[in-house]
Nanobody, 114 residues
Framework: QVHLVESGGGLVQPGQSLRLSCAITGTSASPDATGWYRQAPGKERELVARYAGAIIMYGDSVKGRFTISRDFSKNMVYLQMNSVKSEDTGVYYC?????????WGQGTQVTVSS
């Protein structure tokens, strides 16, 4: 059974940096696609960044500030968040797609506030 566990969230001040990690367990296979999504209070879940094969996509609001990366050897996915803003506040979810199946982590809270 595939499981995703996010970590690294917390309280951070505007302009600072944070790094999120996602561990994919239960399989040694690399996902067909993987990425990060977030959900702010009262809003729908939105794309932050994702890999589809070798192609990387970013949400418009994070382009130039956030960077997604992955380590195939450890089956880890990372999100480096720089120059964070208050509107980056939300629960960040990692997702992985294996064939017809999509898996989600439980989410990690990121709060940007002074």
């Amino acid at each position: 059974q595939v499981h995703l566990v996010e970590s690294g969230g917390g309280l951070v001040q505007p302009g600072q940096s944070l790094r999120l990690s996602c561990a994919i367990t239960g399989t040694s296979a690399s996902p067909d696609a993987t990425g990060w999504y977030r959900q702010a209070p009262g809003k729908e879940r939105e794309l932050v960044a994702r890999y589809a094969g070798a192609i990387i996509m970013y949400g418009d609001s994070v382009k130039g500030r956030f960077t997604i990366s992955r380590d195939f050897s450890k089956n880890m996915v990372y999100l480096q968040m720089n120059s964070v803003k208050s509107e980056d506040t939300g629960v960040y979810y990692c997702n992985a797609i294996y064939g017809p199946s999509t898996y989600w982590g439980q989410g990690t809270q990121v709060t940007v506030s002074s």
